[in-house]
């Protein structure tokens, strides 16, 4: 069973920085495709940024370009979302999710972490 944990949420100040992890229980980034998601209070979820297992990064959200980076260290069975640049309107709760193939769709979920951006 693939495990999702993630980390490196917090409480920042507008135009501050945090870098998000998620490990995986496996080699996991190395095989399937990765996306970073996020859910603000009522509000739907939305993807943020997605990279393939070949590190190509496929999606960034119109609001998160030029701000936002998406990695990954398949050594460390880790990816991370590197923000810049925070917004209040950043605030929300942050997934890390993968994407089998096979599945054809994003079929491991992190828990959730908390990113919350003061002014």
């Known amino acids: 069973q693939v495990q999702l944990v993630e980390s ?3 409480l920042v100040e507008a135009g501050g920085s945090l870098k998000l992890s998620c490990e995986a229980s496996g080699n996991v980034f190395a095989f399937y495709d990765a ?6 209070p009522g ?3 939305e993807r943020v940024a ?12 119109d609001s998160v370009k030029g ?10 069975n880790t990816l ?3 923000m810049d ?12 999710a993968a994407y089998p193939q096979s599945a054809g769709q994003y079929l491991y979920w992190g828990q959730g972490i908390q990113v919350t951006v003061s002014s």
């Open 80 to 82: 991370y979302l590197q």
């Open 50 to 61: 997605a990279i393939g297992w070949n590190r190509v990064i496929s999606y960034y959200l």
């Open 67 to 76: 701000r936002f980076t998406i990695s990954k260290d398949d050594a460390k």
């Open 85 to 96: 640049s925070l917004k209040l309107d950043d605030t929300a709760i942050y997934y890390c």
């Open 8 to 10: 490196g949420g917090g």
């Open 43 to 45: 509000k739907e979820r």
């Open 35 to 40: 996306a970073w998601f996020r859910q603000a």
